[in-house]
């Protein structure tokens, strides 16, 4: 669909509101035809008839009340178009984030953050522009300039013919220039989503840049991507200039002929003086909105340019269950699961990630998935947590389709632990909160209590209300992530995924978590996904995946006893973790 009709449709839910900026506006230019009218006619009379202010009395008060009204007009419609443009940009940003929410981790995992928060932030506030200036400017160049013409026309044919002929040259011009500046206007946008991509890479990742000295290198990177935004900045204004120069000598030329061939016709007294002044008054006005129109196409190309890859998010495809089966209401758990078959590639079928694999959970059973790096194992969490959908085969929990339930209604069923935990520049207790928002402080502290965290949170200035930073930065590795089992414990869902949640931790605290995570995982139907084979010892089950592909199954004093993968995988982790 073209991206000029796809934001077109966003002016449905306030429609009433863009029109009324349009009839404002165009009722501003109605008053001010009114306005030449009656000030050609004081000057007449002022001058020519030599009236005294007595007579003209009635006219000044009209021209004043004309004044006022115009000015009023004017003040509301520009109200309305403002408020058309923030309304419509809150509706696009609530929906942009919802449809990021919605796409999860999957989709953002691919994305850079930095370019898509600057979407999210600057690209949508360029939309102002486009809907409170471009638009409505694009309604009145039309309505405005027919309005005068029509009114031109009967009291002079020669002025009303020549700015007939003179009118389409100014969009004509426009149009040549236009193409030049809105492709520069996309790359301009294109290469600050990238540089504000890489600077927020820069800033997260600057304490590990410092540790290997490659801090410093970052400096003429970002001076480099700096200087090419600015020459395409530079390149954009020059193009408006231009047009703006181009725009204006021709309004400027086309007044200049109306005014000698008015001068001329009122030298030989074939045109009276009141109807020479009322045309030549109208003359630039009736240019100003096509030269406006010009000016605010270039802000709203930026817009333009901003939209289209909001679009590409907003249209972005959610995880796909194939045929839609009849909506279900999430049984009560217990939960059994069972993949059959079920197949997954990423990047359009080229990188295959599960190849017809096969198993089940049984209710309150925990199974650990295991193998090499690559093996499926995190793809099989995601296809449960529905950010992803199965390429074929089929998940069901306690029989039914895992796609007949509602994503959210369903996620509100599972518990996950991942290896890094996001966490927000918020106080410890908003952290915890973040899996029940209307949790009470105590069930904040008996959560972090069952997660080994209530210690290390006495030790702190505010307790509980101490910010910890953006991503955690005042916090260690493993401090972050016993406020995700905090989080898990404080949901106590039915359904339990710990994705590598001991992984890159000390002896000490990896102790912690695993005593923590014992505790989680009783009546729980859970899944394990581990690097650290000694963690999953204590499963019910453990799965060994290689290619996609379930390769063993059974309990660890089954599998170790026999040749295989895992016994392999066992005797390499016991080699990285043996002291030389």
């Known amino acids: 669909m073209n991206l000029d009709r796809r934001l077109l ?25 009114a306005q030449a009218w009656a000030l050609s ?67 953002t995992r691919g994305e850079r953050s930095g370019e898509l928060a600057s979407t999210a932030i600057a690209g949508i506030e360029a939309l102002d522009a486009y809907f409170s200036q471009y638009l409505p400017q694009l309604s009145l160049a039309l309505l405005i300039p027919l309005g005068m013409l029509a009114v031109v026309f009967p009291v002079d044919p020669l002025s009303g013919l020549v700015l007939l002929v003179t009118a389409p040259l100014i969009p004509f011009f426009m149009i040549l220039i236009g193409g030049m500046a809105a492709r520069l206007t996309r790359r301009q946008f294109t290469q600050l989503s990238r540089m504000s991509a890489h600077f927020l890479d820069v800033l997260q990742g600057l304490a590990t840049l410092k540790q290997f000295g490659r801090s410093r290198d970052q400096i003429a990177i970002i001076r480099r991507i700096s200087e090419q935004f600015r020459d395409t900045t530079m390149g954009v204004l020059r193009v408006a200039f231009l047009s703006a120069l181009v725009l204006e000598m021709l309004a400027t030329i086309s007044t ?44 709203g190309m930026s817009g333009v340019a901003a939209a289209a890859r909001i679009f590409d998010v907003l249209e972005t495809p959610l995880p796909d269950c194939g045929p839609p089966a009849p909506p279900r209401a999430v049984p009560p758990p217990p939960y059994a699961l069972r993949y059959d078959r079920v197949h997954y590639a990423y990047d359009g079928g080229e990188r295959p ?41 089929r998940i069901t929990v306690n029989g039914i389709d895992l796609c007949a339930f509602p994503p959210d209604e369903w996620r509100r069923q599972v518990a996950w632990v991942p290896q890094t935990p996001y966490l927000f520049a918020d106080t410890v207790a908003d952290n915890i909160r973040l899996a029940r928002p209307d949790a009470l402080l105590a069930d904040v502290i008996r959560a972090a209590e069952q997660a080994h965290l209530d210690r290390f ?3 702190l200035p505010d307790g509980y209300d101490t910010p910890i930073g953006e991503r955690g930065a005042r916090l260690s590795g493993g401090q972050a992530q016993r406020i995700a089992l905090a989080r898990a414990f404080l ?5 339990l995924i710990l994705d590598e949640a001991t992984a890159n931790l000390d002896p000490a605290t990896e102790t912690l978590i695993q005593d923590a995570m014992r505790a989680l995982v009783q009546s729980r139907t859970t899944l394990i996904i581990a690097h650290r084979l000694r963690t999953v010892q204590s499963a019910d089950r453990i799965l060994v995946l290689d290619a996609g592909r379930v390769v063993q199954a059974g309990a660890h004093a089954d599998l170790i006893a026999q040749p295989g993968l895992y016994r392999d995988l066992i005797r390499a982790h016991d080699a990285e973790v043996t002291p030389c």
């Open 41 to 107: 006619q004081i000057v007449a009379r002022v001058f020519l008839r030599e009236q005294r202010l007595g007579e003209v009395a009635p006219l000044l008060a009209a021209l004043l009340l004309v004044i006022t009204a115009r000015a009023a007009a004017t003040w509301a419609g520009d109200v309305a178009a403002s408020e058309t443009a923030e309304r419509i940009k809150g509706d696009l940003r609530e929906r942009l984030f919802a449809r990021i929410i919605a796409l999860g981790p999957a989709y």
């Open 256 to 299: 200049a002929i109306i005014a000698v061939e008015i001068g001329l016709r009122l030298l030989y007294g074939r045109l009276s003086f009141e109807e020479a002044f009322f045309v030549l008054i109208l003359a630039p006005e009736f240019y100003l909105p096509l030269r406006m129109l010009g000016t605010r196409f270039h802000a």
């Open 491 to 495: 949901k106590d869902a039915p359904l």
């Open 457 to 459: 949170v006495a030790t």
């Open 353 to 393: 990630a599960l190849n017809g694999i096969t198993f089940a959970v049984e209710a309150g059973q925990r199974v650990a998935l295991v193998g090499p790096s690559g093996a499926g194992k995190s793809t099989v969490a995601q296809l449960l947590l529905r950010f992803l959908a199965p390429g074929s085969g």
């Open 9 to 33: 449709r966003q002016l449905g839910t306030v429609r009433v509101l863009f029109g009324s900026a349009i009839l404002l506006s165009m009722l501003g230019g109605l008053l001010l035809i």
